[in-house]
T-cell receptor, first 109, second 115 residues
Framework: GQNIDQPTEMTATEGAIVQINCTYQ??????LFWYQQHAGEAPTFLSY??LDGLEEKGRFSSFLSRSKGYSYLLLKELQMKDSASYLC??????????WGAGTKLIIKP | EAGVAQSPRYKIIEKRQSVAFWCNPI?????LYWYQQILGQGPKLLIQ????????DSQLPKDRFSAERLKGVDSTLKIQPAKLEDSAVYLC?????????????FGPGTRLTVL
């Protein structure tokens, strides 16, 4: 079966750095997405990786290793507004998005 | 550019009643998705349309759920009759339908509570 694993919840301090891991087992691979979802709101796109390596976009970076079925989202200089759920999703061989359950990130002052 | 529109934003019904949700995707987006998101879980794809044709409805409970996308633009999702376990947020998303990224853009969702 297809599976996406990510931690249920993480806590970090304002101004610090946090890394959210995602491992996947899917039938084929056509890219990995990270979405941010604030409570009661719709997911919004953060990043997309299809090749191995690091993609940097401001305070957020996303890393992919296809051979290990592994990705992480790195958030730097954490702000209170970064408190949200972070969803990892993989596009399989049928170009369907397989979603993880999300990691709830709690930022403390 | 206008985003994905959904209505209503909230709906409370009793079990065995019927309910319908409406979605208007981003103009020009060929692909439209309906997801169900239960609290604390990731979105679960119910149905995917490419223009007005169904691409994937393998996870749609067809005995009670139906969806259509007439003219390849707006879409409606219906539940008839509703069950308690249908309480969830129903998200509509759209994407251009081509290109490497094919990012999905989500609407604000409809929060359904079945009593």
């Amino acid at each position: 079966g297809q599976n996406i694993d990510q931690p249920t919840e993480m806590t970090a301090t304002e101004g610090a750095i946090v890394q959210i891991n995602c491992t996947y087992q899917t039938s084929g691979f056509n890219g990995l997405f990270w979405y941010q979802q604030h409570a009661g709101e719709a997911p919004t796109f953060l990043s997309y990786n299809v090749l191995d390596g690091l993609e940097e976009k401001g305070r957020f970076s996303s890393f992919l290793s296809r051979s290990k079925g592994y990705s992480y989202l790195l958030l730097k200089e954490l702000q209170m507004k970064d408190s949200a759920s972070y969803l990892c999703a993989v596009m399989d061989s049928n170009y369907q998005l397989i979603w993880g359950a999300g990691t709830k990130l709690i930022i403390k002052p | 550019e206008a985003g994905v529109a959904q209505s209503p934003r909230y709906k409370i019904i009793e079990k065995r009643q019927s309910v319908a949700f409406w979605c208007n995707p981003i103009s020009g987006h060929a692909t439209l998705y309906w997801y169900q998101q239960i609290l604390g879980q990731g979105p679960k794809l119910l149905i995917q349309f490419q223009n007005n044709g169904v691409v994937d409805d393998s996870q749609l409970p067809k005995d009670r759920f139906s969806a259509e996308r007439l003219k390849g633009v707006d879409s409606t999702l219906k539940i008839q009759p509703a069950k308690l376990e249908d309480s969830a947020v129903y998200l509509c998303a759209s994407s251009p339908g081509s290109g490497d990224l094919n990012e999905q853009f989500f609407g604000p969702g409809t929060r359904l509570t079945v009593l």
